[in-house]
């Protein structure tokens, strides 16, 4: 069945540090995929997406690229911020009969330290 | 563009206490509702999905049950909870059209003590 796997945090990283949180996922067809994002004592924002091999997503300096070669959607930023500390989670979409379509990584906590 | 409401943002249940979580939606009709819940450092399970009035489908077998009274009011509800129970529970909605992700509400925060 369709899964995704996604990086095991979690991730502290220095503020202005590169990241990458890395995504692999399982899916026959052709899914779309997101990141989403939880800041603190919140719900889940969409960050971004991708809905077809070679996209890429984009928002708030995040980006991932959607690889079907290598069924990847990894998440990169080349400068984080304190207020990017968050859980990120990776999910999947695919259309099919009956409605459980998203798919989701056990998400990945990033601290940003000043 | 719709939007999720959900109640209330926290709530603190002793065990054995019943439950009824409430989900409505605005801006859309005849939604796919989904609850879904977090547990503390874990990630997102998929409890139930709706497609429609009265139409529930378990993702796990669990002490939760969910209703569909209405098309955009989707309720999660115990006769009695567990301590298991605690966890961070959100509702979900797909805004329309093929991939495109879903739209959350923010979140209800439950201990059970």
Partial sequence: ?114 | SQTIHQWPATLVQPVGSPLSLECTVEGTSNPNLYWYRQAAGRGLQLLFYSIGIDQISSEVPQNLSASRPQDRQFILSSKKLLLSDSGFYLCACPPGGQGYGYTFGSGTRLTVV
């Fill in chain 1, 1 to 114: 069945g369709d899964s995704v796997t996604q990086m095991e945090g979690p991730v502290t990283l220095s503020e202005e540090a590169f990241l990458t949180i890395n995504c692999t996922y399982t899916a026959t067809g052709y899914p779309s995929l997101f990141w989403y994002v939880q800041y603190p004592g919140e719900g889940l924002q969409l960050l971004l997406k991708a809905t077809k091999a070679d996209d890429k997503g984009s928002n708030k300096g995040f980006e991932a690229t959607y690889r079907k070669e290598t069924t990847s959607f990894h998440l990169e930023k080349g400068s984080v911020q304190v207020s990017d500390s968050a859980v990120y989670f990776c999910a999947l979409w695919r259309a099919q009969t009956g409605a459980n379509n998203l798919f989701f990584g056990t998400g990945t906590r990033l601290t940003v330290i000043p």
